[in-house]
């Protein structure tokens, strides 16, 4: 069995003080005696005290934490986004409590329900999913706390978010593609629900209109986004009278499952299809032929929403106007879409 925490009340009772010179000697206060000090202080140690900074901001207002709910910190993303996050929060004082949705919406509501009975001052959100509606932050926006999402956004709603410009992502990676000489590009695309997926597909089809190239939806593909997604895909595609000469993947994921069906039968990357991913995952450089992909300046993205959410905080009258931060992909080309 645990043994339980000594309180500051166990402190004070052992020598015979009262709970208040306790709290004071602890934070070396000027008014009480140094031997009185030692005393406390000797003590606390021998009983492994822990001081209750949480109990303690609470009872000034504040507790310092703040809430990020991600879908999964599986890959590259998601985990380098949250490094950002912890970065500048620490530097600003906060402790980060990290929750996964792990794709599902019911358990974003359940992330929600523990973050605001943490009493967290401020939440940062990437929408899980299967997240379809903005209901269950409306107790967040109710209880004022400051709201950010960042990469997975809904339409409609009128809230602070970071995003990529990933609609000139899946345009850059779309128009490197016809510039190699590719013609008849397919698009493995996410659920369209979501702004991400939905953006990478309008970019997709930016640069086919713009080449005067025909948008052929037997070469679009909808799905998850996993690396099954992309084997399934890539089997479809190369069932069809023709075939296309190149894939614009809306996931890395997704690509290496492509990628792994096309050297299964045989088939060479780039010189009998050339693939292109999206979020710069660390394995696309270690793949044989390596990953093109746009690179989500994770980290940044991270920093930018802490920022974001210590401006909202700032604001005195606790009126702030939404906004969005966007920011630039950058398209790294790799050996993948670049013919011999």
Known sequence: MARAKASITDLAEQLGISVSTVSRALSNHPSISDATKQRVW????????????????????RSKLLGVIVPHIDGHFFTLVVKGIETVATKAGFNVL??????????ERKNIETLLGAQVEGILVSLSRTTRDFRHFEKVQ?????????????DGPDVSAVVLDDRAGGYQSTKHLIQQGYRRIAHFGGPQHLNIYKDRRQGYLDALREHNLPVEEE??????MKMEDGAAGIAHLLALPHPPDAVFSASDFAAVGALQVLKQRGLRVPQDMALAGFSNETFTSLTEPML????????????????LFLEILAEPTGDFSPRRVVLRPDLLVRSSSQPV
């Open 219 to 224: 070469l679009i593909h909808i799905g998850n």
């Open 42 to 61: 000797k003590l606390a140690k021998e009983l492994h005290y822990q001081p209750n900074h949480l109990a303690a901001g609470l009872r000034k207002g």
């Open 142 to 154: 109710q209880q004022q706390i400051p709201l950010v999402f960042f990469d997975r956004v809904l």
């Open 292 to 307: 093109t992909t746009i690179d989500q300046r994770c980290e940044q993205m991270g920093q930018a929403a802490v920022r």
């Open 98 to 107: 990290i929750c996964q949705s792990n794709e599902d919406v019911a358990h």
